[in-house]
């Protein structure tokens, strides 16, 4: 029998559950939708939707895997043997590999700039960067080639394995991650006039708090940590039973809340000093960011590490999506690396069509959307929260109560006596609030 692979450490399990939780998302989209939707007191909401409904899907999704230690499939099929639950991995790994199959573009967009970066063809005095990114996007070479150069680094690490691939990149693309951010935070907060950008992002304003924020927050708060596609079902089935899944919980929410804040400290400060309007998505990367740091003393050096900060942030994105195709769809580590190769280029196919989105293909519509916003749609309002209902809902009345007290059991006593009121909150809390935003995002509910 072969043994499966583990983290070297919690730490290493840590850092790339968070590498997956902290996306593209969480950087050029939050921190917008937070200044614009009431500032500080946005940021309170969600922080307490994240504790109430992102944590506890997080740690069902630990307990699912650390437990069977086993891959997407198969964990639900060894804990409800001889039923249909395993259909909930196989709705992830589906959602993974769309998912990846667009993701995959736009991190072959950040490939493209950050080349363009380093060489010195990226910043210029007069450049209309919203043009270039619409040249640069429409080009059907550049965009595919591109896609298929991360899809290549991401093949590569996934092959190598969970101990010398997985995590041995995640131990130097996270800790990267956060030193490029504190040096462009400290950057940004040095600039005269940096205090009205400040203000915009974290002062509390009630005002702004609509009921349409609120649900954003819901929807984000279980969203931001890679929850409903069984990707940390995955990833805890090669945690060692000694780990503390509530800590380690706790650390990962930590990490993405961190990242998120830390992304409007470096953005809307730098924003505001020198005039500019803030957006979010491709707009704030390739057109808003460029210009800015165009204006900046040394501002090639500091627009190519941005570059690599997002490109850091979408590696670690892109591993677990594609870790969870090759664990639950390979019957051993033996098959790792060709599984990893047959997978990662199944996905580049698959992803071609949503590259030609924004050029050559941008006629092709589905339900008057272009093959990316669609595929996007589908993964996000569709596909997401109906996996993240059903997780909930199995270990609410599936998962056997001794069995899931024995994944707690070497947790602190207080969270011990707390469990009951965990059951309740996955049996009637989450899925009700799920089924709202669902609802909302679908229009088939307005509040």
Request: aromatic fraction near 14%; glycine fraction near 10%; include cysteine.
């Amino acid at each position: 029998m072969t043994t499966r692979e583990q983290w070297t450490s919690k730490l290493g399990f840590i850092l790339a559950s968070a590498g997956s939780a902290i996306g593209l998302g969480a950087i050029w989209k939050f921190p917008n939708v937070v200044a614009t939707s009431g500032g500080g007191a946005f940021f309170i909401i969600f922080l307490l939707f994240t504790l109430g409904i992102g944590l506890p899907l997080l740690l069902a999704e630990f307990a699912i895997g650390r437990s069977t230690g086993r891959g997407a499939v198969s964990a639900y099929q060894d804990i409800a043997p001889r039923s249909k639950w395993h259909w909930i991995g196989y709705l992830g790994i589906g959602t993974c590999f769309l998912l990846l199959s667009y993701y995959s573009v736009v991190g072959g967009w950040i490939v493209l700039y950050v080349g363009r970066g380093i060489v010195g063809g990226l910043l210029a005095s007069g450049r209309d960067y919203d043009a270039l990114f619409a040249e640069t996007v429409a080009n059907p070479w550049y965009a595919v080639a591109a896609q298929f150069v991360f899809m290549l680094i991401t093949i590569a690490v996934v092959a190598r394995g969970i101990k010398g691939g997985i995590e041995r990149a995640s131990r130097i693309l996270m800790p990267g991650l956060f030193v490029l951010f504190l040096v462009l935070i400290i950057r940004s907060l040095t600039l005269p006039g940096m205090g009205e950008g400040l203000r915009y992002f974290l002062q509390p304003d009630f005002s702004k708090l609509t009921g349409q924020a609120v649900l954003y927050a819901l929807g984000q708060s279980f969203f931001c940590l890679s929850v409903g596609v069984s990707v940390m079902v995955t990833y805890s089935s090669y945690l060692s039973r000694q780990e503390s899944l509530v800590k380690s919980s706790v650390s990962v929410v930590g990490l993405n809340v961190l990242t998120s804040l830390m992304a409007g400290l470096a953005i809307f400060p730098a924003i505001f000093a020198l005039g500019m309007k803030p957006q979010e998505g491709p707009g704030l990367l390739f057109g808003t960011l460029p210009a800015l740091f165009e204006q900046l003393p040394f501002g090639g050096l500091f627009i190519v590490l941005f570059l690599a900060l997002f490109l850091f942030a979408a590696l670690t994105s892109a591993f677990s999506m594609l870790e969870i195709l090759v664990s639950g769809l390979s019957n051993n580590d033996q098959q790792r690396s060709r599984m990893s190769w047959l997978f990662g280029i199944l996905i580049f196919i698959v992803g071609i069509p949503p590259a030609l989105s924004f050029g050559v293909w941008s006629d092709a519509r589905i339900f008057g959307l272009s093959l990316f916003d669609a595929a996007d749609f589908a993964v996000t309002n569709v596909l997401m929260p109906v996996g993240a209902l059903l997780i909930a809902l199995f270990v609410g009345y599936r998962f056997p109560r001794q069995r899931l007290y024995e994944e707690f059991a070497n947790e602190a006593a207080w969270w011990r006596k707390g469990l009951a009121l965990y059951i309740i909150l996955l049996r009637y809390v989450i899925p009700v609030v799920i089924a709202i935003v669902f609802l909302h995002v679908l229009g088939l509910l307005q509040l």
